[in-house]
């Protein structure tokens, strides 16, 4: 699927390995954006050439996510963290790159960085 495809299809939020196509499955650790895009029309070319960038300046793997807060709809490039602490690790991250949550693989349910 293409991400407008898949952005069009999952109005309440996916995360997507761009690489395959498919939904990531991830059961364990966290999600943590490195980029804020939010736009009632997305525009899909410039977030996957943003993608393409950050996976390889970050040299790790990177995902697409989306998800909806309240009026506004979210289209980021996110990173999954799973190690020992990864929890501190995602939140550090967060921090870092002025996110508002993080992302929990295990509960699906987002947690609010702490101020």
């Given at each position: 699927m293409t991400?407008?495809?898949?952005?069009?299809?999952?109005?309440?939020g996916f995360t997507l390995d761009l690489e395959?196509?498919?939904m990531a499955k991830h059961e364990s650790g966290y999600y943590v954006s490195l980029t804020n895009y939010c736009d009632a029309k997305?525009?899909?070319d410039a977030?996957?050439?943003?993608?393409?960038l950050?996976?390889?300046?970050?040299?790790?793997?990177?995902?697409i996510g989306g998800w909806k807060?309240?009026?506004n709809y979210y289209i980021d490039i996110s990173i999954h963290i799973d190690c020992p602490s990864s929890k501190i690790v995602a939140f550090c991250?967060?921090?870092q790159f002025n996110q508002k949550a993080i992302f929990d693989c295990k509960t699906k349910l987002s947690i609010n960085v702490p101020v």
């Amino acid at each position: 699927m293409t991400l407008k495809e898949v952005y069009q299809a999952n109005p309440n939020g996916f995360t997507l390995d761009l690489e395959t196509g498919l939904m990531a499955k991830h059961e364990s650790g966290y999600y943590v954006s490195l980029t804020n895009y939010c736009d009632a029309k997305p525009n899909f070319d410039a977030i996957t050439k943003a993608y393409c960038l950050f996976s390889k300046v970050c040299g790790r793997k990177c995902y697409i996510g989306g998800w909806k807060d309240g009026e506004n709809y979210y289209i980021d490039i996110s990173i999954h963290i799973d190690c020992p602490s990864s929890k501190i690790v995602a939140f550090c991250i967060a921090d870092q790159f002025n996110q508002k949550a993080i992302f929990d693989c295990k509960t699906k349910l987002s947690i609010n960085v702490p101020v």
